[in-house]
């Protein structure tokens, strides 16, 4: 049975997205081979890089670049980072990241809303960094985002994913790829993900800090396809109760 991840209408057999940001340029290679990666964020800059300095130079042949709008803070922003990695040669895959809030670093959903939009009309695969709101959620997919991207934890934090319940939601109530990104910090927590029912983990920190990045890479990889297998294996869940409202929705005037 084939189990792949389509995304935008391109197929991939590999969940594990690498965020490369933190990632000396000497090491992206072996963390990519050893994470069975076929997609890799970049930032634009060092794309745009010359000689022994451009990122491209370092990625393996045949893997699909998703490089992202990193220090966009409006959706005008985003879209003209877009195109130059276009015209950099990355492809059409775009990560959409616009970031206000320069303590905490927590996207801005409602222009990321606007900048899917945007990318989406000029025939990029927008897949949005978000806060985890079903309603911004359903915005985007709308807008025509190609995946969800919402967040576990803060970016770089390494807590796992502190936003759980919010993204079961947007697993159970959005029909587009649930990809986990920011927070993860150990190779459980990945695993968690996949658990959930996500349909790709990105992960970047956790692996770049490890005493052994190479090791490290494998490990999530070996995670990730163990979460995916007891997803699709039917794993047993505990009943949960749902949200229910503090004051009831409906009914509440036949009383008066």
Do not use: W
């Not at 081979?33 to 370092?58: F, P, W």
């Not at 359903?138 to 991207?149: E, F, V």
Request: one cysteine or more; proline letters at 4%; glycine letters at 10%.
């Amino acid at each position: 049975m084939t189990d792949e991840l389509v995304i935008g209408g391109h197929r991939f057999n590999s969940r594990f997205i690498l965020g490369s940001g933190k990632f000396s340029l000497d090491m992206t290679r072996a963390v990519i081979e050893n994470g069975g990666v076929e997609m890799a964020t970049l930032a634009v800059r060092r794309a745009s890089s010359e000689g022994e300095g451009n990122i491209l130079d370092h990625m393996p042949k045949g893997i699909t670049l998703l490089p992202n709008t990193s220090g966009a803070r409006n959706a005008e922003e985003a879209v003209r980072i877009a195109r130059l990695a276009r015209e950099l040669g990355c492809g059409d895959f775009i990560k959409i990241e616009i970031i206000r809030d320069t303590k905490y670093l927590l996207p801005d959903n409602r222009e990321t809303i606007r900048a899917v939009g945007m990318l989406a009309d000029e025939g990029f695969i927008p897949m949005p960094y978000m806060m985890p709101d079903l309603s911004a959620a359903r915005d985007m997919a709308d807008a025509g985002a190609a995946a969800i991207m919402p967040l576990g934890a803060p970016i770089g934090s390494n807590k796992g994913i502190l936003t759980k319940d919010f993204v079961r939601i947007l697993v159970e109530e959005i029909d587009l790829p649930i990809i986990v990104d920011a927070g993860i910090g150990r190779p459980s927590q990945a695993c968690e993900a996949m658990e959930m029912g996500c349909a790709a983990v990105m992960a970047n920190t956790a692996i770049a800090t490890a005493r052994d990045v190479a090791s490290m890479a494998r490990a999530f990889r070996m995670a990730i396809e163990a979460g995916r297998l007891a997803y699709l294996s039917g794993l047993g869940r505990v009943l949960e109760k749902r949200a229910e409202a503090s004051s009831p929705l409906t009914g509440f005037l036949e009383d008066r």
